[in-house]
């Protein structure tokens, strides 16, 4: 598609739950970005992908996060044991290239209760 | 790592004034510099980006420039219109060698026009 597509718009979990996030990027676009967004408004970076390819995960709390591209599908970002901090606004973003202009999906609002 | 500070944190203009907001980045090696627009519960918009070879582009009402030797780079909007009012970020891409550019993001400032 021509945008990048964020499915569901709102999330609600409770704590101890799990939640799981889906992204589409543009087509074409080979190379996928998560960040979470929190109240203060700050972004911070999750992880990338290169196609199917973890590129860097470097941002990754790894006790509960996990993320997939694979191929022919949704990428998908994936919470275990939800914790109340993890209540933020997760958006993905797609570029064609490395260093090409990231376009960001509309995000998908976790709430943890 | 990369690391950007973004200054204002709020900004209020009166409409038709010019507004600018300042971002400084602290790896030399960063090379790509984009600047997004984020209305309330909307996704980041990217308005305009400079890459390290440039040091100043400009898009109708706004421009970017780039001093590469201090580490800084702002944003310059004109001739402001209330539907400038918006959060505006500015963010760094991680050096080249690190692969796949993640984008560090400044701290974001909240920019009100004013009728």
């Known amino acids: 598609g021509e945008e990048v597509a964020q499915t569901p718009k709102h999330l609600v979990r409770g704590e101890g739950q799990k939640a799981k996030l889906y992204c589409a990027p543009i087509?074409?676009?080979?190379?996928v970005f998560w960040y979470q967004q929190v109240l203060k408004n700050e972004f911070k970076f999750l992880i990338s992908?290169?196609?199917?390819?973890?590129?860097?995960e470097t941002g990754m709390p790894k006790e509960r996060f996990s993320a997939k591209c694979l191929p022919n599908s949704p990428c998908s970002l994936e919470i275990q044991a939800t914790k109340l901090e993890d209540s933020a606004v997760y958006f993905c973003a797609s570029s064609q290239e490395p260093n090409q202009p990231q376009h960001f999906g509309d995000g998908t609002r976790l709430s943890i209760l | 790592g990369e690391n950007v500070e973004q200054h204002p944190s709020t900004l209020s203009v009166q409409e038709g004034d010019s507004a600018v907001i300042k971002c400084t980045y602290s790896d030399s090696a960063s090379n790509y510099f984009p600047w997004y627009k984020q209305e309330l519960g909307k996704r980041p918009q990217l308005i305009i980006d400079?890459?390290?070879?440039?040091g100043e582009k400009k898009d109708q009402r706004i421009a970017v420039t780039l001093n590469k030797t201090a580490k800084h780079f702002s944003l310059h909007i004109t001739e402001t219109q209330p539907e400038d009012s918006a959060v505006y970020f500015c963010?760094?891409?991680?050096?080249?060698?690190?692969?796949?550019?993640?984008?560090?993001f400044g701290q974001g400032t909240r920019l009100t026009i004013n009728p």
């Open positions: 400079i890459r390290s070879n440039v």
């Open positions: 087509k074409g676009h080979s190379y």
């Open positions: 992908f290169q196609n199917e390819n973890v590129f860097d």
């Open positions: 963010a760094a891409s991680s050096p080249p060698h690190q692969g796949a550019q993640k984008l560090v």
